[in-house]
């Protein structure tokens, strides 16, 4: 995500009372997590892999994984199309990941998604699009838009640390409904992505 946007961001939610503290407390967000540099296709059989998991063993069938194409950073959508579901499962993925992993590859040789359209498609429409890909969530969708895209304004309301930093920041009884985050974060428009950054380091803050 571009400096010049991150510090307009800040520059926006520090007239927030509530977020104002906590952007003062920690350093400037990041947004790469692994990604810098990470291609869509490539962001998108990550995600996949990474379902359920811990990050060490998805880490490590993430690797016995690539190394089943050794010229190739990450395979192409034709090269993963053509792995047979018995070599995927072989590396220590499922059956369902492996036909999630076809169905991804097929879906991208297709056009079904096509992310040289993504720079001129609304947020809403890409989630649409990823969404469709079998295996693909809503929070999967929300943290490819936010890691990936680096999309400013995406809030992930299926996400616990993101419902645990609402509860906290406004002294909530109960972990709050995606329409009651929505409300209260609209003030924080066009930024959302930005303050969930803060959101998600409050409720890693040990509880007092």
Request: aromatic share 10%.
């Amino acid at each position: 995500m571009q400096k010049q946007l991150i510090n307009d961001a800040l520059f926006a939610l520090k007239k927030d009372m509530h977020l104002k503290s906590l952007i003062t407390r920690y350093p400037q967000p990041e947004f790469d997590r692994g990604q810098k540099g990470k291609k869509p296709f490539e962001a998108l059989i990550r995600a996949i892999v990474y379902q359920q998991l811990s990050g060490k063993a998805a880490g490590t069938i993430l690797g016995r994984f690539l190394a089943l194409y050794p010229k190739e950073h990450y395979p192409t959508p034709e090269a993963l199309s053509t792995t047979s579901e018995a070599k995927l499962r072989s590396v220590g993925l499922s059956g369902q990941k492996a036909g999630y992993l076809h169905d991804l590859s097929v879906k991208f040789l297709d056009g079904s998604v096509n992310p040289r359209k993504f720079s001129s498609m609304e947020d809403e429409d890409i989630r649409a699009h990823i969404i469709a890909v079998k295996g693909v969530g809503p929070w999967t969708a929300d943290m490819f838009l936010m890691f990936t895209l680096h999309r400013p304004d995406i809030l992930p309301t299926g996400d616990l640390g993101i419902q645990k930093g609402f509860q906290r920041l406004f002294n909530l009884r109960t972990l709050p409904n995606p329409e009651k985050m929505k409300k209260l974060a609209e003030p924080w428009k066009p930024y959302r992505t930005i303050a969930s950054w803060y959101l998600w380091r409050l409720a890693d803050e040990p509880a007092h």
